[in-house]
């Protein structure tokens, strides 16, 4: 069974952003270049499974999402990986119920990983989150960054403000 993700923003309103691999699983890929301590350095492919925090990627605008181009915080992007942890929930939530912890503690984690108030001026806060498809294999949020107005940017929202 596919993995399938959902990306909704926090702060402003709800986009639903669904991926879902194939049978080749490109949300477990990662063909970006990594330094010893795991920043990306050379773009590449990274499979919305293997981001970490401290990713920068471009995503894009598509609707279907199994992967993204990662790339170092240096370059261009639109987005940025600032935490990840995983539900502990035995059987599925329920969509609510996932958007809603999402939500939370999304929210919750952005000051302790960035050092800045969590402000919709400062950014558009948003998350990668399992639906009921892929419950069984995948619990794990993943809260990301965007600039406020969806622009790209340069540089890393993590420890920004310590």
Not at 100 to 109: G, L
Not at 124 to 151: H, K, Q, V, Y
């Amino acid at each position: 069974m596919g993995v399938v993700r959902r990306m909704a923003r926090l702060l402003v309103g709800v986009l639903l952003v669904v991926g879902c691999s194939s049978g080749a699983r490109p949300a477990l890929d990662d063909a970006s270049t990594r330094d010893q301590v795991g920043r990306i350095i050379a773009p590449g492919q990274v499979g919305i499974l293997r981001l970490r925090t401290g990713d920068c990627f471009i995503a894009g605008e598509a609707q279907v999402v199994e992967f993204v181009s990662g790339v170092p915080c240096s370059m261009d992007h639109d987005g940025e990986v600032f935490a990840v942890f995983d539900m502990q929930d035995s059987t599925w939530p329920g969509a609510t119920t996932v958007e809603s912890v999402a939500t939370r503690e999304c929210q919750a984690r952005f000051s302790s990983s960035t050092g800045l108030a969590l402000d919709a001026a400062v950014a558009r806060l948003s998350a990668f989150a399992p639906t009921m498809d892929s419950w069984n294999e995948d619990r794990s949020i993943i809260c990301i960054a965007a600039s406020p107005d969806g622009s790209m940017m340069r540089g890393s929202l993590t420890g920004a403000g310590t």
